[in-house]
C-alpha cells in the first residue's frame, strides 16, 4: 500500500523542482514525544481524557484520527467502524453524528463508571490550543473541511498531517501549502541513498515509519535536508531498551504508546 501511495505522489509532484521542506510545529523540547491516539494507558484511546493526559504528561503532540460521519461532521475515531471501542456497532460513515454522541466508548477499566464519547474535532482543537500539537492522522476527510476548522481555532501552526493516500497529499497541498505533511519510508528503503531518492521524489516534510528502519547515517541525512524524522516505536513491550536504541542512532521524536513513561526516562537522561 505504502508503495502505491508512494508512486501516485510522485506522479502528481513531477516537475516541482523547487521544493523545500515546511517547517514542523515548534516545540518548546529539542526530543519530541507523540502520544499515539492520547495518552490511553489510562483513559481509552482518542477520547478527550486521553488528550489531557497526554498534556499533562508534558508530551509535544497528540496522534488523532480524523474521520467524516454520514453528515459530516469530524469526529476522531481510529478504525473505520465503532465496533472495537464502543457500545454500537457500524462504519463512522454510515453513521450520523446524533447517533456517534450517544455511544460510550468503553473503558479501560470494566469497573469504571466514568463515561467516554467520541470527541469531535472541533472538542480536540479547543482542548489542544496552546497546550499541545496535534499530529493528525487523516483517515478519512476532506483536507478543506478539516483545514477550515484549524484555521477557525487559529491552530495552522499547531498541526502537522499524517497522509494515508496520494488524493490527500495532493488535496492538502491545494488546501493549505504550508501544512507540514508526514509520510512513511517503505519498508524498503533501507540506506542513505534510498532515503535521497525517497525524499526528492515525494517531498516529504516529515518522516515516519518504523524506528527499526533508520541508522545513524540516515538520520543525519534527514537531518542535513532539515527533515525531521519522528518514527513509530509504540508496542506492547515498549520500554527503555527501545528507547535507548532511537537515541542511539541520533532520533530525535517518536510516536509512543507510553508519553509519560518516555518522558521521565528522557528527563532521567537530561534530554528533557
Known amino acids: 500500500m505504502r508503495l502505491v501511495i508512494v508512486t501516485a505522489i510522485f506522479l502528481l509532484l513531477s516537475g ?26 489510562i483513559y481509552p484511546e482518542n477520547t478527550l481524557a486521553a488528550y489531557q493526559e497526554a498534556i499533562k504528561n508534558e508530551a509535544d503532540y497528540v ?3 480524523l474521520r467524516t460521519t454520514k453528515d459530516g461532521q469530524l469526529i476522531s475515531m481510529h478504525d473505520a467502524n465503532v465496533n472495537r471501542m464502543t457500545n454500537g456497532s457500524g ?18 477499566d470494566t469497573t469504571s463508571v466514568e463515561i467516554h464519547r467520541i470527541p469531535t474535532f472541533k472538542q480536540i482543537l479547543k482542548l489542544c490550543k496552546n497546550k499541545i ?40 497541498r491545494k488546501a493549505a501549502p504550508q501544512m507540514p505533511l508526514m509520510l512513511s519510508l517503505p519498508d524498503s ?9 525517497f525524499i526528492d521524489k515525494y517531498q516529504v516534510d516529515i518522516l515516519d515509519g ?16 532539515h527533515i525531521p524524522i519522528w518514527p513509530d516505536i509504540q508496542s506492547a513491550g515498549e ?30 537522561k537530561g534530554l528533557r
Do not use: C
Not at 462504519?91 to 479501560?108: A, G, I
Not at 477557525?152 to 490527500?168: C, D, H, P, R, S
Not at 528503503?189 to 531518492?197: N, R
Open 239 to 268: 520500554g527503555p531498551a527501545d528507547w535507548d536504541k532511537a537515541l542511539a542512532i541520533g532520533l530525535t521524536g517518536l510516536q509512543t504508546d507510553h508519553p509519560a513513561a518516555l518522558v521521565k526516562y528522557l528527563k532521567e
Open 91 to 108: 462504519l463512522v460513515k454510515d453513521l450520523t453524528f446524533n447517533k456517534l454522541e450517544q455511544l460510550k466508548v468503553k473503558n479501560k
Open 63 to 65: 496522534e488523532i484520527d
Open 16 to 41: 516541482t523542482d523547487s521544493w523545500q521542506p515546511n517547517p514542523a510545529p515548534a516545540s518548546k523540547h529539542k526530543f519530541i514525544v507523540a502520544a499515539h491516539r492520547g495518552d490511553h494507558v
Open 210 to 225: 518504523s524506528y527499526k528502519q533508520y541508522n545513524a547515517e540516515m538520520v543525519k541525512f534527514a537531518e542535513s535536508k
Open 133 to 172: 500539537n496535534i499530529y493528525l492522522d487523516f483517515k478519512a476527510a476532506d483536507p478543506a473541511a478539516a483545514y477550515q476548522m484549524i484555521k477557525e481555532y487559529k491552530m495552522e501552526k499547531q498541526v502537522l498531517v499524517y497522509i494515508n493516500g496520494a488524493g490527500q497529499f495532493t488535496g492538502w
Open 189 to 197: 528503503v533501507k540506506s542513505v541513498a534510498g532515503m535521497e531518492q
